[in-house]
């Protein structure tokens, strides 16, 4: 008979996530291990949710208009998985993941655009946030009525730490990228800063840690070292790793898309298998891979919705497919729309419910074509197009401007 899992990181989410040594907010190769596994363990780590707690489960999104971005996100961590060496693969299963007992919630929202904004910042500027509520494997909130799924749970970081070498890389490629346009809102990319950092047991030597803050890269957006977004919790992936020794790192929130996922506080199982000589064996690939696990929400019928690579005033690019997805998206919401719902309930929607986005096609220039597709079944009344236009209107329970900051 097997042994429960070892739980080898707690966490205590009545107490601040800066006063537990547990967590960090940054990538730095010298922020040292907090406990270690061998190759083949079972292993359970608690993880408080990215914002450290910034976000309560209440009716307002002054919340997330005032929440401190510097301080994303709050890693588990870092675990040494020991006997690796420079040169070998790191395979990781995914084998659970839960809310923590008794904060079986989570939370989506809409960045301001003045503090981070999101892929359609220009279209909703303002600040909005949705609270879900979890039954088992069933997510539904009070924000957005008519809705219930099955989510599709991940950890939202689970990646390794870089080298110093890999480090410099990143830091370089986004001053490039921000100097060619340092004004913009929001920013093209953020740079090591020492406001908001957290950097684990480190914090005990101020002097040690506002030098690794100096040169230490934010933990968003994804890199060489992974952040992921698989189709199903119990996926497995294979990491390469950068430093002497082995360091994964964890976050966990349930899938998203656009402007942030339902990030939970939570629980995962994991399982490392240890691949000597990986890089040689996967032919030195830059990023790591990852193989769907069997779990996964079962849905038969879609709305999926078309955008091409042409712009707002009518103008034609080339093989866009940043704006073909975008007009996708705004196509998705306009439509929802027509049922009560306003632009900002459909897209915290789409940034949380199992929907899929596809690229389809690059074939016929000039227009790349991408789609965007939403389970019909997740809506407890009939959302398929109808002749005459649309009966069902709902009624929302909780008004717009309660979800939506104020300014």
Same mark, same amino acid.
């Not at 967590?23 to 450290?52: K, L, T, Y």
């Not at 961590?77 to 040169?87: K, Y």
């Not at 294979?238 to 430093?243: E, I, P, V």
């Given at each position: 008979m097997k042994q429960s899992p070892r739980t080898l990181i707690?966490?205590?989410?009545?107490?601040?996530?800066?006063s537990q040594p547990?967590?960090?907010?940054?990538?730095?190769?010298?922020?040292?291990?907090?406990?270690?596994?061998?190759?083949?363990?079972?292993?359970?780590?608690?993880?408080?949710?990215?914002?450290?707690?910034?976000i309560g489960n209440n009716d307002s999104a002054d919340d997330v208009l005032n929440v401190?971005?510097?301080?994303?996100?709050?890693? /588990?961590?870092?675990?040494?998985?020991?006997?690796?060496?420079?040169?070998?693969?790191?395979?990781? &299963?995914?084998?659970?993941?839960?809310?923590?007992?008794?904060? &079986?919630?989570?939370?989506?929202?809409?960045?301001?655009?003045k503090n981070g904004g999101g892929f359609l910042y220009d279209y909703f500027p303002r600040a909005a946030k949705a609270i879900w509520d979890f039954e088992g494997i069933y997510a539904s909130s009070r924000h957005i009525p008519g809705v219930r799924f099955a989510g599709l749970v991940h950890p939202g970081v689970l990646a390794t730490a870089p080298s110093q070498e890999l480090l410099n890389k990143w830091n370089h490629r986004k001053a490039d990228l921000l100097a060619t346009d340092?004004?913009?809102?929001?920013?093209?990319?953020?740079?090591?800063? &020492?406001?908001?950092?957290?950097l684990g047991a480190l914090e005990n030597n101020p002097a040690v840690a506002r030098r690794i803050a100096a040169e230490a890269a934010r933990s968003a957006p994804p890199r060489e070292n992974c952040d992921i977004c698989p189709e199903d919790q119990r996926s497995g992936f294979?990491?390469?790793?950068?430093?002497q020794i082995c360091l994964l790192e964890i976050c966990i929130f349930p899938k998203g898309m656009f402007c942030g996922e339902i990030e939970m506080a939570g629980a995962i199982t994991l399982k490392t298998k240890l691949i000597k000589g990986g890089m040689a064996l996967h032919?030195?690939?830059?990023?790591?891979?990852?193989?769907?696990?069997?779990?996964?929400?079962?849905?038969s019928r879609y709305i999926s919705f078309q955008g091409i690579s042409v712009d707002e005033q009518g103008i034609q690019h080339h093989l866009d497919a940043t704006l073909s997805y975008k007009h996708a998206v705004l196509n998705c919401i306009d439509y929802f729309k027509r049922f009560g719902y306003t632009g900002?309930?459909?897209?915290?929607?789409? /940034? /949380?419910?199992?929907c899929k986005g596809k690229v389809n096609a690059f074939v016929d220039v000039p227009n790349a074509c991408c789609y965007i597709s939403i389970p019909t079944e997740i809506f407890d009344f009939d959302v398929t197009p109808k002749d005459g236009g649309h009966v069902v209107k709902i009624t929302t329970n909780c008004p717009d401007q309660a979800v939506t900051a104020k300014l």
């Open positions: 707690s966490v205590d989410l009545t107490k601040s996530a800066r547990v967590h960090h907010n940054r990538w730095h190769p010298d922020i040292p291990p907090v406990a270690s596994v061998h190759p083949g363990e079972v292993f359970r780590v608690e993880c408080v949710d990215c914002m450290g707690g910034q401190d971005l510097s301080q994303v996100h709050y890693l /588990s961590g870092p675990i040494q998985v020991e006997g690796t060496e420079p040169g070998d693969y790191l395979e990781v &299963e995914i084998l659970e993941i839960q809310p923590l007992q008794g904060h &079986e919630w989570g939370f989506s929202g809409i960045f301001d655009v340092r004004d913009r809102v929001p920013a093209l990319a953020y740079l090591p800063d &020492e406001k908001g950092s957290f294979q990491f390469m790793y950068w430093g032919g030195n690939l830059r990023n790591p891979i990852f193989m769907p696990g069997p779990v996964e929400p079962r849905f900002e309930q459909i897209y915290l929607l789409l /940034s /949380s419910c199992p």
